[in-house]
């Protein structure tokens, strides 16, 4: 087991030091929540000394750019398959910290069988799973995890869940798989849950960095262009709607025996898991 | 003779003894019976490679059954993957952090590779591909076919790009061309294909087994983390079309390297031919044989066998078709390098095309009956 390095000890106290690990300003639209998690990713990798060491793995979405913003070396993936992409990274170089940095629309639909094998595998990455119930960047379209009844570009009349189907629950199926060493859902909604969200963030780089099995936070976000509301609205929509569709907390965290209450695998499962 | 190994669940070889029909000499390399795809994997290992991802399908199978157990014992990467989309993903992703990648299928499989392969094309990746061809379209069947060639040397993903495409006819010419892809792949920065068949893969011949080894490069453009230096970026997307321009210029300068350097091909009996078959892979055996038995007939036929498909030897063929009465593609289908080859000879030969389709191969015989035909058709307008 490798251990995270650990914090260091600064004088005084800083309170709005950009973090290192942030290059360029981001583009995103006001409000949007996909800069948050960049800051956050970057405060995490940077405190847990980890920049250098470091994969990104990109994906197809509004954070298409995010190796523009986030000095890390990175690699692009085509839309959906970043959970491929970084099965091959990491079972080449185990030694680094490989991370995808997904949407919904990318991760849920186009790239739900590669994100499902990366899983159920064990697959020692972690995923950044930011959802926004919508896909940004391509005119804000539904998505699968776009609420029932919620508008949408191709969903005019709301989410009719009797022809376009129900909001997919990635996390909690994927929390079902053994190889899921950590699964968490947070919210960028307000402060609170944005520093719930970095814990989390923080959490699945150290089980990473344990070398047990595939770690995934889902980050729950605004999409204000998409929704058509304001930065403010938005917000309030997250905490007030989205959170009430999706419940927040740590799904999976084997290593603190958190796992879902599930009959017990059989024989035939118990010699598989025993690898991990 | 001696038989190479094989996984626990296969079948063990027949031991053919070629010395008992006398065929190798006291000091002569010992030869092994080895089924292509199995040759090819072996090659494969002996060149370094570092990971290797697949999906099963027929008439590759024995391929991924050999990575299986072979990547492992040398402590290198071996995945399953979910299908031939994310092998090609996971490749992308090994090759981004150095690893030295082959990739295999079958057709069916092979279309669902070509939209990494354009990604890889454009992030400069290299990784070189197996395709051992069955009949299409879709399903198709799972006998030998060539209905892959335009895929292979102008189709497979989006966009404007190319892929360097060798075409083994036997599996000993395969064991060297698998070397050969993985030494064009790092040079250019490329995918390569080697586009085999279904009788390729599946037969089994002696072989020498020479499978060399492959220097490990150090390249500067590899993902390791960007630890005291500039971060890397490995990517396809250029969103202003001026920079998408100038990389697709870049591109193409280095095709044309590639088009300038590494044309193969091989002749045979061209000396004096004035009847040219034109054949790559499994159907260029048949077309050999045909020459043969054309030659009994006085007919002097020769065999014009591309290796490289993309590069297309088509200065090559212009010289070996000056002065012939007739060419004749054969192939494993309707007629796809037949294309090729009359954009090659710009009309200064009349060309003819034999091919059998859906995983039938062509008969010497039928080669040369078709030969007869067109020469009596072509002296009668003669006269
Ligand atoms: C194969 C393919 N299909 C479709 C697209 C177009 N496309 C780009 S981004 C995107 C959706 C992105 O949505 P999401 O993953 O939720 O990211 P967001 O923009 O919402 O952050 C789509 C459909 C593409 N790039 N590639
Ligand atoms: S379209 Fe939505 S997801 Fe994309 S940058 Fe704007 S707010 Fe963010
Ligand atoms: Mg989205």
Redesign the interface.
């Given at each position: 087991m490798t251990a995270a390095e650990p914090v260091t000890e600064q004088e005084g106290r800083t309170i709005y030091r950009r973090p290192l690990l942030l290059s360029n300003p981001t583009s995103y639209c006001p409000g949007c929540g996909h800069g948050i998690v960049h800051r956050l990713l970057a405060e995490v990798l940077e405190e847990m000394g980890l920049g250098a060491k470091t994969i990104l793995v990109g994906s197809v979405g509004c954070s298409v750019f995010a190796y523009d913003f986030l000095a890390l070396d990175s690699v692009e993936s085509p839309h959906g398959r970043a959970a491929a992409v970084a099965t091959g990274v990491k079972r080449f170089r185990p030694d680094k910290v490989v991370f995808t940095y997904q949407g919904d629309g990318d991760l849920a639909a186009i790239g739900t069988a590669e994100i499902v094998h990366a899983a159920a595998r064990g697959e020692r990455f972690t995923v950044v799973f930011v959802n926004n119930g919508i896909y940004g960047m391509t005119g804000g379209q539904m998505a699968p995890t776009t609420l029932a009844g919620q508008k949408t570009t191709s969903s005019p009349r709301g989410r009719d869940v009797a022809t376009q189907g129900y909001p997919l629950p990635v996390t909690e199926m994927l929390s079902l798989l053994p190889g899921v060493h950590y699964a968490a859902r947070v919210s960028v909604a307000d402060p609170g849950h944005v520093g719930k969200a970095k814990q989390a963030l923080r959490r699945a780089f150290e089980v990473q960095l344990e070398d047990k099995g595939f770690s995934i936070v889902e980050v729950l976000s605004t999409c204000p262009v998409g929704w058509g509301l304001t930065p403010t609205e938005a917000m309030e929509r997250l905490r007030d709607i989205v959170m009430e569709a999706y419940p927040v907390g740590t799904f999976v965290d084997r290593g603190r025996g958190i796992a879902p209450a599930l009959p017990q695998p059989g024989a035939a499962h118990r010699s598989i898991t025993e690898g991990f | 003779m001696t038989v190479v190994d094989r996984p626990a669940s296969a079948r063990p070889h027949s031991a053919a003894a070629s010395r008992a029909h006398g065929g190798d000499a006291e000091d002569a390399p010992q030869r092994v019976l080895m089924k292509g795809n199995e040759a090819i994997a072996e090659a494969a290992v002996a060149a370094g490679c570092?990971?290797y991802?697949g999906y099963p399908i027929t008439p590759q199978a024995e391929l991924l059954e050999w990575m299986a157990r072979r990547m492992p014992e040398e402590g290198r990467?071996f995945?399953q993957?979910?299908?031939e989309?994310?092998?090609i993903?996971?490749?992308?992703?090994?090759?981004?952090?150095?690893?030295r990648?082959l990739v295999s299928s079958s057709s069916p499989g092979i279309s669902l590779m070509a939209?990494?392969m354009s990604?890889m094309a454009g992030?400069r990746l290299p990784v070189v591909l197996v395709n051992v061809m069955r009949g299409g379209p879709g399903l198709g069947s799972i006998g030998a076919a060539q209905g892959d060639y335009l895929q292979a040397t102008k189709g497979h993903g989006h966009g404007d790009y190319r892929v360097p495409v060798l075409g083994p006819s036997s599996i000993s010419e395969a064991i060297d061309l698998v070397r050969e892809a993985f030494i064009l792949a790092e040079r250019y920065r490329t995918p390569v294909m080697i586009l085999a068949d279904g009788i390729l893969g599946q037969a089994m011949e002696p072989v020498a087994p020479t499978f060399k080894t492959l220097a490990k490069r150090q390249p500067d453009w590899i993902?390791?983390?960007?630890?005291?230096r500039e971060?890397?970026?490995?990517?396809?997307?250029h969103l202003r079309p001026e920079d998408l321009e100038a990389h697709d210029i870049e591109l193409h300068e280095v095709y044309q390297q590639i088009a300038a350097n590494e044309i193969r091909w091989a002749g045979e009996r061209l000396e004096d031919a004035d009847v040219l078959l034109v054949a790559y892979g499994t159907a260029a055996r048949v077309a050999r044989t045909a020459v043969e038995r054309l030659r009994d007939e006085g007919v002097r036929a020769g065999l014009f066998r591309p290796i490289t498909l993309w590069p297309f030897p088509a200065a090559a063929l212009r010289e070996a078709a000056t002065g012939a009465r007739v060419v004749m593609a054969v192939e494993m289908s309707a007629g796809q390098m037949v294309e090729d080859v009359r954009l090659a000879l710009e009309g200064a030969a009349p060309v003819f095309h034999h091919g059998r389709m859906g995983g039938m191969v062509p008969s010497p015989d039928g080669v040369v009956d078709t030969m007869r035909r067109v020469l009596a058709s072509s002296e009668e307008a003669a006269r």
């Open positions: - | 570092d990971a991802f990467v995945v993957a979910e299908s989309l994310a092998a993903n996971m490749a992308l992703g090994a090759s981004a952090a150095g690893a990648v939209e990494g990604y992030s993902l390791d983390g960007a630890d005291h971060p890397r970026v490995l990517k396809s997307l």
